[in-house]
């Protein structure tokens, strides 16, 4: 497995036989130069997508017809995107759990908001969620957008993840000691990493924190483009 931070909230999942590409966002990202959009998305077979904000969701559709992968998310949320022009995948909903070979991914819940610019108007997306995912042995849970909520103490019993990829950076989402609290509350991870940060100067710029508050824990600041493999 190597997991691939393409600044913010994006993420590329090199797992099994799939390339999943998490919320791809390329233009406009402060934290993805130009000359990287293209091998961020090179390959990719699936694209998952957390809600509807803007940076999550603002060149979804491009990719998806660049690159032929299908887009699956929130059932509002995919068939407002499919509308757009995206390729058709899973329009789910949360606890529905989706396989592609031998990855499985589940949409868990988030706690945050979702809505897209549609017609000049906020439009409301459908609930905010996070993912499970399963394969070569791990079981990874992306966050998405979150504060930190109840919700993650089933989420953590019932598939028990060994990676925590988690949105840290505070404002729009829970900072790194929020994050390190929920962690060690919550799951008992291998290995944490921190995102939704560093993007602009509102957002937590490292990860000290978090690191300082998950003591025996491999918490890894992510490179863009630089792949980890937990």
């Known amino acids: 497995m190597n997991i691939i931070w393409l600044g913010h909230g994006s993420f590329r999942i090199e797992i099994e036989d799939q390339v999943l590409l998490i919320d791809p966002w390329l233009n406009g990202n402060p934290m993805l130069a130009e000359d ?50 995206a390729v058709e995948g899973n329009a789910f909903n949360k606890g529905g759990t989706i396989s592609f070979g031998t990855v499985s991914v589940t949409m868990v819940p988030a706690s945050h908001s979702s809505s897209m610019a549609m017609d000049e108007q906020s439009t409301y997306m459908g609930m905010e969620t996070g993912f499970i995912i399963k394969g070569e042995d791990h079981t990874l849970y992306h966050s998405g957008d979150t504060g930190i909520m109840a919700d993650m103490d089933w989420i953590g019993a019932y598939f028990k993840p060994d990676i925590g990829i988690l949105s840290a950076g505070g404002y729009f989402t829970m900072d790194m000691a929020q994050a390190a609290w929920a962690a060690q509350r919550y799951f008992n991870f291998q290995t944490v ?18 690191a300082q508050g998950l003591p025996g824990v491999n918490v890894i600041e992510p490179q863009v483009m630089q792949p980890i493999s937990p």
Do not use: N, W
Not at 41 to 63: K, N, P, R
Not at 193 to 210: G, K, M, N, S, W
């Open 193 to 210: 990493i921190p995102c939704h940060y560093r993007t602009f100067p509102i957002l937590e710029q490292d990860a000290v924190a978090l």
């Open 36 to 85: 990287q959009h293209g091998p961020a998305i090179e390959g990719a077979t699936q694209i998952l997508v957390t809600h509807g904000h803007f940076d999550h969701t603002a060149d979804i559709v491009g990719i998806s017809k660049r690159t032929g992968a299908p887009v699956s998310a929130m059932y509002e949320l995919a068939q407002a995107l499919v509308a757009q022009g």
